[in-house]
């Protein structure tokens, strides 16, 4: 059974860093392309970045380009996102999620999805 | 990046409808349209993959259509567990984005 298990949020001030971790499990881990999705309390869906398998390939949202970066250790199965530079609009449900499409290719169609780790910027 | 828009934004139905979503991109995005479920409280759940692809497990009410720029999603029997809002996502080009997303609740 694929488990994706978020933490490292919690309360952050402005300007502060934080940096989210994903735990991996039942798939292949360095098979798969991954991906941090976030979701502001009570409104829509925003892909944040995404990573190849052998981070070879990474992409960000224009709205955390040059504040956010994305990473994977597939030795110890986990992603992870660093965060800088927070800002309030920051304030959001982070998911991490798994890439449909495995080896070489790359869909950015999220299978499988954890339950989420809440980030609040906010003094 | 693209845009997604999605109409309703609402819908009442009731057990037994069928219910149609549609997905506008604003441009060209070939079959690159994913769909998902997301009930309160938990995560998205893939539906529908590459416009049309059912993901497995999902039962078969659901299906996709469309190319281009307009998608739709159809729920052939809506069932009571299938209350929930659906959102669409573009996979054809950076920013990857979602649609607004469409709420379905019971008349």
């Known amino acids: 059974e694929v488990q994706l298990v978020e933490s490292g949020g919690g309360l952050v001030q402005p300007g502060r860093s934080l940096r989210l971790s994903c735990a991996a499990s039942?798939?292949?881990?360095?098979?798969?392309?991954m991906h941090w999705v976030r979701q502001a309390p009570g409104k829509g869906l925003e892909w944040v970045s995404g990573i190849s398998w052998n981070s070879g390939s990474i992409g960000y949202a224009d709205s955390v380009k040059g504040r956010f970066t994305i990473s994977r250790d597939n030795a110890k199965n986990s992603l992870y996102l660093q965060m800088n530079s927070l800002r309030a609009e920051d304030t959001a449900l982070y998911y991490c999620?798994?890439?449909?499409?495995?080896?070489?290719?790359?869909?950015?169609?999220?299978?499988?999805w954890g339950q989420g780790t809440l980030v609040t910027v906010s003094s | 990046d693209i845009q997604m828009t999605q109409s309703p934004s609402s819908l009442s139905a009731s057990v037994g409808d069928r219910v149609t979503i549609t997905c506008r991109a604003s441009q060209s995005i070939s079959s690159y349209l994913n769909w998902y479920q997301q009930k309160p409280g938990k995560a998205p759940k893939l539906l529908i993959y590459?416009?049309?692809s059912l993901q497995s497990g999902v039962p078969s009410r659901f299906s996709g259509s469309g190319s281009g720029t307009d998608f739709t999603l159809t729920i052939s029997s809506l069932q009571p567990e299938d209350f929930a809002t659906y959102y669409c996502?573009?996979?054809?080009?950076?920013?990857?984005?979602f649609g607004p997303g469409t709420k379905v609740d019971i008349k």
């Open positions: 999620a798994k890439d449909l499409t495995a080896a070489a290719g790359t869909s950015i169609v999220f299978d499988y």
């Open positions: 590459a416009a049309s």
């Open positions: 996502q573009q996979s054809y080009s950076t920013g990857f984005t």
């Open positions: 039942g798939f292949t881990f360095d098979d798969y392309a």
